[in-house]
């Protein structure tokens, strides 16, 4: 998402500069210049210790020397007048950012992709005494947002939460997140390349494409592949005459649940799935076609907090999506307005395995799904249509060329 909107800013004439760590996600031991031009923007990666993410405490410390590096780049490149936005990996960015803002008499723009501390509480991270520790950044980040010239976040879900945080409705833009929309696009599966590479001819496939986290749920794709597993192999001629194609289940990317779903799988002997990498950005065309049907999760004590961002990349690809989560979330409240999609609860793996089966044995609902999907996707969710809401966005902080401020 920041690379497209700081490239897509650039292309529009806007002077860039972003301030990074020189890790890369998953290696902290790379090593990569410590100042780029890139298509125009200036990136500049500042230096901290190399714990990497695998290691909570050794993550925090890597924040730690972030904050403290970066913070030191932040005031010697900002100006006045200059637009500066925030996002919240590392989190609480914003705490650093604002007053080097007001010094500078500079704009901040905080863009929240979640809101912390509450994730990390709801998700139980750091223990039992943890709400000790974020009792005081709860202040520290309610005052950074109530002060900031604008707040964007991902959702109306999340706009609410900020609303009963304090924050001026008048201080918060909605702009949903997005995806590429001339890189992604449907590819049927005859013409799939990556589809006969993975072996998934003739397969009727259910996918998990991205970060499978702390935040997503697999007990109910467990339960689901046990039961579709068990109904396409059921001996009942009633059932066969019913059962849907080979159904295959392709999870593709990494994430902390990767590890212990494979390894639930392989305890259940549940054979019917085969977990990928993440691929690159020039076939994600291809590995998200490849999917029939792609699952979308999120807990639904984080719904407000995270807005799951993959879905925009199903909808381009022109693919129905299932959410696993609450019946009145953010991806839940889209995929009923563009009738793209269906919803069941977390824990129900009965309704998830119907709801595949389905959209399995329908394929006229399943193309109708998913045309919807992409004529959602052109009308409200391509990277183009996100720069151009920024456009307007940084002009209202930032003032028309004549404003004093």
């Not at 009942?236 to 990494?254: E, L």
Request: proline residues 5%.
């Amino acid at each position: 998402m920041l690379s497209d909107l700081a490239f897509g800013l650039s292309e529009q004439g806007r002077k860039v500069s972003v301030i990074t760590s020189g890790q890369r996600y998953g290696a902290p031991r790379a090593r990569l210049p410590s100042r780029e031009v890139i298509d125009g923007v200036d990136i500049y990666r500042v230096p901290t210790s190399r714990f990497g993410r695998a290691y909570l405490p050794g993550r925090v410390v890597d924040y730690l020397a972030f904050y403290v590096t970066a913070a030191w780049r932040l005031f010697r490149l900002a100006r006045c007048g200059d637009v500066i936005v925030a996002k919240t990996d590392p989190p609480l960015l914003s705490v650093i950012a604002g007053p080097i803002a007001r010094m500078r008499r500079a704009h901040l723009v905080n863009w929240l992709q979640d809101i912390f501390p509450e994730t990390a509480e709801a998700l139980k991270v750091g223990g039992g005494l943890a709400h000790v520790a974020y009792r005081p950044l709860h202040w520290l980040r309610d005052r950074s947002l109530r002060r900031a010239d604008m707040n964007v976040v991902l959702g109306e879900r999340m706009a609410d939460q900020l609303v009963a945080l304090g924050v001026d409705r008048a201080r918060t833009r909605m702009i949903a997140n997005w995806a590429n929309g001339d890189l992604i696009r449907p590819i049927t599966n005859s013409e799939n390349a990556l589809r006969r590479e993975w072996g998934l001819a003739d397969t009727f496939t259910v996918g998990y494409s991205g970060n499978f986290g702390r935040a997503h749920d697999i007990d109910t794709v467990l339960a689901a592949i046990a039961a579709t597993q068990a109904e396409c192999h059921s001996p009942n001629p009633a059932s066969s005459a019913r059962s849907a194609p080979t159904i295959r289940w392709v999870f593709i990317g990494a994430g902390a649940m990767f590890h212990p779903l494979k390894t639930a799988l392989a305890r259940r002997e549940l054979n019917g799935a085969i977990f990928k990498p993440y691929q690159p950005r020039e076939r994600l065309a291809e590995s998200l076609s490849a999917i029939d049907v792609h699952l979308v999760s999120l807990r639904p004590e984080l719904e407000g907090l995270i807005v799951p961002s993959k879905f925009y990349g199903i909808a381009a690809a022109g693919r129905p999506a299932i959410f696993i989560g609450d019946q009145d979330g953010e991806i839940a409240r889209l995929l009923k307005k563009h009738r793209c999609g269906l919803t069941v609860a977390q824990g129900d793996g009965a309704a998830l395995a119907e709801a595949v089966l389905e959209l399995a044995r329908n394929p006229t609902l399943r193309h109708q799904m998913g045309k919807r999907a992409r004529a959602a996707f052109d009308a409200g969710f391509d990277m183009h249509i996100a720069v151009a809401r920024w456009q307007t966005l940084l002009d209202d902080v930032a003032g028309s060329p004549g404003d004093p401020r």
